[in-house]
């Protein structure tokens, strides 16, 4: 029958320290401009989402996440931030010298939406000295607030076999990489 390859290489980011990221020279004079800019595009998407606050569709494919499976999943090395309407986790992970936190979850009153997104992104600048978030993966809706990396810039492909065995399932549906919710939350390498 062959092999069935879904390919993977879905990247959004925010870059804060720009200076860090690309290795110009002035580096602090354009890492505090980036900054600048980083904390007014928060700010504006903040204010956006009082008004539209698109929620993650639902995919053909995806994770069931229960606080079981999030309690396993999330062990040491990651940070956790947990209040009574909102449950994010994130990894910081030192990229040959850039240091970008890693989205790995978000969701408040158990729904993943930009006011999710942006509340992980508002917490991980407050908390951590990054030159970059990062979301890898399909974000099921739009805005997002992320920028998307072009597909000449995406640092990795991850290819996926698969092995097709409930006869249910068409082969063009499982290949087509619109019907699945794929993060870093259903596979993280590190």
Avoid: C, Q
């Avoid at 006011?115 to 951590?128: A, F, G, H, Y």
């Amino acid at each position: 029958m062959g092999k069935n390859i879904l390919v993977i290489s879905i990247t959004d980011v925010l870059p804060v320290k720009l200076g860090n990221i690309v290795d110009l020279k002035f580096n602090s004079l354009i890492n505090i401009g980036s900054k600048f800019l980083t904390y007014t595009w928060l700010y504006l998407n903040r204010f956006y989402s009082l008004f539209h606050n698109p929620v993650e569709k639902d995919a053909r494919f995806e994770l069931i996440i229960t606080e079981e499976f999030l309690k396993s999943r999330f062990y040491k090395d990651y940070e956790s931030v947990r209040t009574k309407f909102f449950n994010g986790y994130y990894k910081v992970v030192d990229e040959d010298g850039v240091m970008v936190a890693y989205i790995m979850y978000s969701e408040i009153n158990s729904i993943f939406s930009l006011k999710s997104l942006l509340k992980i992104k508002e917490v991980i600048l407050k908390k951590e000295n990054i030159d970059l978030i990062m979301y890898v993966g399909r974000l099921n809706f739009f805005p997002h607030f992320l920028l998307k990396v072009p597909s000449s810039k995406v640092p990795k492909k991850l290819p996926l076999t698969v092995d097709i065995i409930d006869k249910k399932f068409k082969r063009d549906d499982i290949l087509n990489i619109k019907n699945w919710k794929f993060s870093l939350i259903d596979f993280d390498v590190r």
